[in-house]
């Protein structure tokens, strides 16, 4: 599909072309029959030459591209207007450029609220010059929660205050719903217990969903706009979304092992294989249960949590599992996992995901 949109673009400037060589007499251009001056002309061209640097922009990924084909739009829609009987029909060309235009330019300004956030998020994070994680201080953790770190060699790696990292999958938005593909960018400030989670899913041909998640200074945030304008959820700072956010912030954290070390989290030893865990952020208290394997791998997170965040949302059971196991910079983690609604009519698995890239102890977004 981009590539017949860098085709539109391209043809509906090369005839935009076609009023400037009108307007100046080069060969026979039959398909205008109207005179156009040569002022216009040079407007003509104008607007052809526009609409080629939005498809060079497009192509790059640039986010001024939306600004100069919508720009385009307007010249050539006024143009069109003056030359009504024979080109007309350029006005399809036209609403199908701005409206891949309009959501583009949401896109953009999408992108950059979340490039500020997680500029916010990591700006104060110092990541130099952190203690080594010994085998001392896990003495006060329950014996599988102390296997499951040794498991992962976290031991004598630096403690970990920041990660950045990215995902794909598929997810559903609803339980009867198409399994649709996503990428995904999070960040997370381990000592303030706080991530901004941010997705691009493939919603449809050419029209996307954006979505960010968040947990900052123990409220959450959630927000999805169909492609990039329209908001399809936008909910937070309330209780049932502060305590998802930071439920999702516990399960989270077997990807960054050394955090499961931090004062904000307490442990209870449920079985062999089995810990619960309470964390508390800004006087407000979650709590689920850990289960591992035998030889500590992370195997499951389990909790109640609101199924939603609206006002009528109720408590279900909410369940991540991993599936597979991979090494980043050392350290092992989950890095296949699936999440699972435990409903009353059944279970409801809404997304799978794989993590691609992590890098611990950093201070910038991947842009930067």
Not at 240 to 247: I, Q, T
Request: glycine content about 6%.
């Amino acid at each position: 599909m981009r590539i017949l949109f860098i085709v539109i673009l391209i043809i509906h400037g090369l005839i935009h072309f076609m009023g400037f060589a009108k307007a100046f007499d080069f060969g026979n251009i039959a398909q205008f029959t109207k005179e156009i001056s040569k002022p216009m002309g040079l407007l003509w061209l104008l607007t052809g030459l526009l609409f080629f640097i939005s498809a060079i922009l497009y192509l790059m990924k640039k986010d001024t591209w939306p600004l100069i084909a919508i720009i385009a739009v307007v010249l050539s829609q006024l143009l069109i207007f003056m030359v009504w009987k024979d080109a007309k029909f350029g006005t399809i060309a036209n609403i199908i450029i701005l409206f891949v235009g309009i959501v583009g330019l949401g896109h953009y300004q999408f992108d950059k609220m979340v490039r500020a956030e997680s500029k916010q998020l990591l700006q104060n994070v110092q990541t130099e010059n952190h203690p080594a994680i010994s085998k001392t201080a896990m003495e006060r953790l329950p014996e599988i929660v102390q296997k499951s770190m040794r498991s992962s060699g976290v031991i004598g790696q630096d403690e970990i205050v920041s990660v950045r990292l990215q995902q794909k999958g598929e997810m559903k938005t609803k339980p009867e719903g198409k399994w649709m593909p996503f990428t995904a960018t999070q960040y997370f400030n381990v000592e303030d217990a706080a991530f901004i989670w941010t997705t691009e899913v493939d919603f449809m041909p050419m029209v996307n969903m954006a979505g960010r998640d968040k947990l900052i200074d123990g409220k959450g945030e959630m927000l999805i706009k169909l492609a990039n304008m329209i908001p399809v959820v936008d909910e937070g700072n309330n209780e049932k979304v502060n305590s998802g956010a930071m439920l999702r912030y516990m399960a989270e954290m077997v990807w960054f092992p050394s955090a499961m070390l931090n004062d904000y989290i307490k442990w209870e030893a449920m079985d062999a294989n089995a810990a619960k865990a309470t964390f508390t952020l800004k006087g407000e208290s979650v709590s689920g249960i850990y289960t591992f394997s035998d030889k500590g791998n992370f195997k499951s997170f389990e909790a109640n949590r609101y199924y939603g965040g609206k006002m009528d949302s109720k408590l279900e059971k909410w369940k991540i599992t991993a599936s597979d196991y991979k090494e980043f910079n050392g350290i092992k983690i989950p890095n296949k996992c699936s999440v699972i609604w435990k409903l009353r009519e059944g279970d409801s698995n809404w997304l799978n995901l794989e993590i691609t890239e992590l890098e611990y102890n950093r201070s910038q977004s991947f842009e930067n």
